[in-house]
């Protein structure tokens, strides 16, 4: 009787004890079941289905078949011409448009910054609206202000006698998705740099002042080198947004001739998954693509990191 | 590297607010307002030209000032059409939109509360692992996600329901991170101890105290998960094919297509414009009365 009782009596503890420690992970279940279903499996599915082709019969007769064909169709992928011209377009894209969105990110939030500029709730507001429109509607509103019969830009430029002015030509049309992009996003990355240039101690300011530094000095000795780890996160996202582009070609593609149908990496893939129905190669693509993002993105977290020696 | 991701974050995401005196000392940038201005009006652009074009019909959209109005003024007759056509389906791609982005806001802000508290307030086997992998997952690029999670969902039987586009999006690792994030500093420990003192069991504590004390940053992971799954076009383009089912985006991208094909011959140009406005207003307004709470997520909020 008495030890009967005290097993159940350390039973109960031991399964208190138990639940105490299990509460954590209770808490994190919800979202780790989810995050499992609809993150990490996804991600082994791309990289299972990958290594399967899809075999038709030599007369056409048999349903196809889907068998085991190894790393067949990543090589494939890996050698892709269209995968390399996508993927090299966009590192173009990339090069040039994120340093300039930033750029101008950076300047406006220095702007707002400065004591002597008057309207500043406006102009944030402003420059911050294009981030609550859908990409897609973006895209289309932009689409028809490219629409040689619709936009009032390019009749302005047809009027002043620019007569061969078109955003949609060949050489034009990947600039004029980077513009979509930059509308849309500098404003969001103008307000993480200045909310992390509010966060700097006004004391460091007044130190300068009695140094002598004038506004000049003290944004490029003070305030960049302390807002560079906003900077580098912002690009780090703008390069991952880079890689995924899809809303502005898929959109423009409907008005001009100029995007094929592999003009991105998401859109080829988008394309051999539900155009030309390779499901298989689709995957792979996804999962080159993922690796390539990954890449890039710790890439440049070296770069930065050893450039301000962190 | 996780280490300088999350120290990266954290610089930017710090939900600390610093205040600063607001000196107004000196004079006008003229130039710097200059610049300013004409970058508003850059970034306002084809807001302005969409206000304009809603008020003309389709023709007059192809003549005339593009930045003015006509003659004629067909607000009304457009909206009214917008409305009736094809059995008024862009009412039910508003609805599902709203749907979309209610449901998965909600579920997915709770959901990253419970785990973002947990890995805050409690030590436990795993939990740097865990939190690495959620910063991990924030650089997995998301579309490249949506292709196999159709395949899976359709071996499933769920795709073309409203389960596809809800399901993946209540999964914000963002959340988790800015949960996390707040909890650690809005939370006190000592008011954790007094209610368990007081003899509240964890998920007491947890749905009394800790998420009242987090309200105002789970407003914000709301907000951003209200926007994510409201603007997402990837995702429901590809798990959807039946257009009852539609969003905004997928919706008004359809009938781009059918109106710029050779066949549809500019019908619909009215309409999807139209409808682009309207699609953007809640988020505009939106925008203009949770301005706070915009700044508090993305920022260290100390804007006056």
Redesign the interface.
């Known amino acids: 009787m008495m030890l009967g009782s005290k097993t159940t009596g350390s039973f109960r503890l031991k399964a208190g004890k138990i639940w105490i420690?299990s509460?954590?992970?209770v808490?994190?279940m919800?979202?780790?079941i989810?995050?499992l279903?609809?993150?990490i499996?996804?991600?082994m599915?791309?990289f299972y289905?990958s290594l399967f082709v899809v075999k038709h019969s030599g007369l056409g007769l048999s349903a196809p078949v889907t068998v085991f064909n190894g790393l067949f169709n990543l090589n494939q992928a890996f050698h892709d011409p269209l995968f390399y011209q996508s993927l090299g377009r966009m590192l173009l894209f990339g090069v040039v448009q994120v340093p300039i969105m930033l750029g101008?990110a950076l300047f406006?939030a220095l702007?707002?910054d400065?004591?002597?500029?008057?309207?500043k709730n406006?102009?944030?507001?402003?420059?911050?609206?294009?981030?609550?429109?859908?990409?897609?509607?973006?895209a289309?509103?932009?689409?028809?202000?490219y629409n040689p019969?619709?936009?009032?830009i390019v009749?302005f430029f047809h009027a002043i006698g620019w007569k061969s002015f078109d955003f949609l030509s060949q050489h034009a049309v990947l600039w004029s998705m980077a513009n979509i992009v930059t509308?849309e996003w500098?404003?969001?990355n103008m307000?993480?740099i200045?909310?992390?240039l509010?966060?700097i101690?006004?004391e460091l300011y007044e130190a300068a002042k009695i140094d002598g530094s004038n506004g000049f000095n003290i944004a490029r000795y003070i305030k960049i080198p302390l807002v560079a780890?906003?900077i580098?996160?912002s690009g780090?996202f703008s390069i991952?947004g880079t890689?995924?582009i899809?809303?502005e070609p898929?959109?423009l593609q409907?008005?001009t001739n100029s995007i094929t149908s592999s003009y991105t990496p998401?859109l080829y893939?988008?394309t051999a998954?539900?155009v030309t129905n390779q499901?298989n190669y689709?995957?792979a693509l996804?999962?080159l693509?993922?690796i390539a993002?990954?890449i890039f993105?710790?890439g440049l977290?070296r770069i930065t990191?050893r450039q301000t020696g962190? | 590297m996780g280490n300088i991701f999350t120290s990266v974050l954290r610089k930017t995401i710090s939900p600390e607010e610093p205040m600063k005196p607001s000196k107004r000392t000196g004079g006008t940038n003229v130039l710097g307002m200059a610049v300013l201005f004409a970058f508003t009006v850059y970034f306002l652009l084809p807001l302005y030209w969409l206000i304009i074009s809603s008020t003309k019909t389709t023709n007059d959209l192809f003549s005339g000032n593009g930045l003015w109005f006509s003659g004629q003024f067909q607000f009304f007759q457009n909206l009214q059409g917008l409305f009736s056509y094809d059995g008024g389906i862009f009412i039910s791609w508003f609805i599902n939109t709203f749907l979309y982005a209610i449901g998965s806001a909600v579920i997915s802000t709770l959901i990253a509360a419970m785990a973002g508290y947990a890995l805050a307030k409690f030590k436990f086997y795993g939990k740097n692992t865990i939190f690495s992998i959620v910063l991990g997952s924030l650089l997995v690029p998301t579309t490249a996600l949506s292709l196999p999670l159709y395949l899976l969902m359709a071996k499933a039987g769920l795709t073309n329901t409203y389960w596809a586009v809800l399901l993946p999006s209540f999964v914000s690792p963002f959340g988790v991170y800015l949960a996390r994030v707040y909890s650690v500093s809005s939370i006190p420990d000592e008011m954790l101890d007094a209610a368990r003192v007081d003899g509240a069991g964890e998920f007491r504590v947890f749905f009394r105290i800790a998420l009242a004390a987090l309200t105002p940053s789970l407003i914000t992971i709301f907000l951003f998960q209200f926007v994510a799954v409201w603007n997402n076009y990837f995702l429901p383009l590809v798990m959807l094919s039946n257009q009852n089912l539609f969003p905004l985006t997928v919706g008004l991208q359809s009938w781009n297509a059918i109106t710029t094909s050779v066949s549809g011959q500019g019908m619909l140009y009215s309409y999807i414009i139209m409808g682009s406005l309207i699609s953007v207003l809640p988020l505009i307004i939106g925008f203009l009365f949770l301005q706070r709470y915009w700044r508090a997520g993305i920022v260290s909020g100390s804007i006056k």
């Open positions: 420690k509460i954590p992970y808490f994190i919800p979202f780790g989810l995050f279903l609809f993150f499996a996804p991600i599915y791309a289905s101008l406006f702007l707002l400065s004591v002597t500029i008057r309207l406006l102009f944030r507001m402003a420059f911050f609206v294009p981030y609550a429109i859908p990409g897609v509607i973006a289309l509103l932009w689409g028809y202000l019969q619709l936009s009032p009749q509308w500098t404003g969001y307000i993480i200045y909310s992390a509010q966060a101690p006004h780890p906003a580098v996160l780090l991952i890689l995924q899809f809303n898929s959109t409907y008005i998401n893939a988008y998954a539900f499901y689709a995957a996804a999962v693509l993922a993002t990954f993105s710790f977290l990191t962190e």
